[in-house]
């Protein structure tokens, strides 16, 4: 099973920029699908984007197309979350997940490795 832990996230100012990390670990890590949800308060968890391995399939929540970047790093078995223009609403606790395909990418209930949390803070 495909283990994932994230870092990054902090705090920035409205049109700024931050970055998440997910490493991924144990078997076929090279070879699955890994996303990023995010929560804010009193809000579902929804998805932001994903990546299928090897990168050519990307996939983007419409609330972050064109600000946000979902790129691999296969020899570090890591995926990035490059977030730009970032707004107050993008603020959130972001999360890293791992499936096997990417297929119906944004269905909780169809990931079976998630990371700690990161929280993302965008003021005004």
């Known amino acids: 099973q495909v283990k994932v832990r994230q870092s990054g996230g902090g705090s920035v100012q409205a049109g700024g920029s931050l970055t998440l990390t997910c490493k991924a670990s144990g078997d076929s890590a090279n070879s699955r699908c890994i996303s990023w949800f995010r929560q804010g308060p009193g809000m579902e968890r929804q998805g932001v984007a994903a990546i299928y391995s090897g990168g050519a399939s990307t996939y983007y929540a419409d609330s972050v197309k064109g600000r946000f970047t979902i790129s691999e790093d296969r020899f570090r078995n890591e995926v990035n979350l490059r977030m730009d223009s970032l707004k107050p609403e993008d603020s959130a606790i972001y999360y890293c997940?791992?499936?096997?395909?990417?297929?119906?990418?944004?269905?909780?209930?169809?990931?079976?490795?998630w990371g700690q949390g990161s929280q993302v803070t965008v003021s005004s």
């Open positions: 997940a791992a499936r096997w395909t990417c297929m119906n990418w944004m269905r909780l209930e169809d990931y079976n490795s």
